[in-house]
């Protein structure tokens, strides 16, 4: 499991509230990634990290933020969270093989707002 | 920037029979194309994987295979499993990693 977890790993809150998940990772990768993942759609950048406090946007970006103040943890914030944010999210750490940065995943959060 | 087609969206096979995943990628920069099986309720997990440099991998029942020129690759499983039932997600990357939307296989027994 490359030594990531995602806390919480359900939750349920309501429109306008502010959401903060956690990703931590104990084997002190550089690169940390935070993924949604919806039907037909695979997995989809949010932000990522490639250092402390060295972060930048992914695909869907929109209505995220990110912090990375420890190199083992990553945070995601839906400032406000809407109902289109419903969707599982990911965590991912990377190594760098060959010049190419192997992704490993986390177990998941699953968020619904209602 | 990149973007990645992948074929079928779902495949049923019977036990000990052999399938097969193609995905397709737009940008001829990209260099390195893994791929992962998803189960229930899990993250997605790290099977195998393929660089630019290399057609062909094989690792036990899997394989990939790469076609730099018409620019896709392939996930071949021989003598499936009920246990290799899942989803699968291929993936490419040059800077960043762009994932295809997935495929979900059965393997009846």
């Known amino acids: 499991d490359a030594g990531i977890t995602q806390s919480p790993r359900h939750k349920v809150t309501e429109t306008g509230t502010p959401v903060t998940l956690r990703c931590h990772q104990t084997?002190?990768?550089?690169?940390m990634y935070w993924y949604r993942q919806d039907p037909g759609h695979g997995l989809r950048l949010i932000h990522y990290?490639?250092?402390?406090?060295?972060?930048d946007k992914g695909e869907v970006s929109d209505g995220y933020s990110v912090s990375r103040s420890k190199t083992e943890d990553f945070l995601l914030t839906l400032e406000s969270a809407t109902s289109s944010q419903t969707s599982v999210y990911f965590c991912?750490?990377?190594?760098?093989?060959?010049?190419?940065?192997?992704?490993?995943f986390g177990p998941g959060t699953r968020l619904l707002v209602l | 920037g990149e973007n990645v087609e992948q074929h079928p969206s779902t495949l049923s096979v019977q036990e000990g029979d052999s399938a097969v995943i193609k995905c397709t990628y737009s940008?001829?920069?990209?260099?390195?194309f893994p791929w992962y099986k998803q189960e229930l309720g899990k993250g997605p997990q790290l099977i195998i994987d393929?660089?630019?440099?290399?057609g062909e991998k094989k690792d036990q029942r899997i394989a990939v295979t790469l076609n730099k020129t018409a620019k896709h690759f392939s996930l071949h499983i021989t003598e499936t499993q009920p246990e290799d039932s899942a989803v699968y997600f291929c993936?490419?990357?040059?800077?960043?990693?762009?994932f295809g939307a997935g495929t979900r296989l059965t393997v009846k027994p």
């Open positions: 991912a750490i990377s190594e760098r093989l060959a010049g190419e940065k192997t992704q490993y």
């Open positions: 940008d001829s920069a990209s260099n390195y």
């Open positions: 393929i660089r630019s440099n290399v």
């Open positions: 990290s490639y250092g402390v406090k060295d972060t």
């Open positions: 993936a490419a990357s040059k800077n960043d990693m762009r």
């Open positions: 084997e002190n990768h550089r690169y």
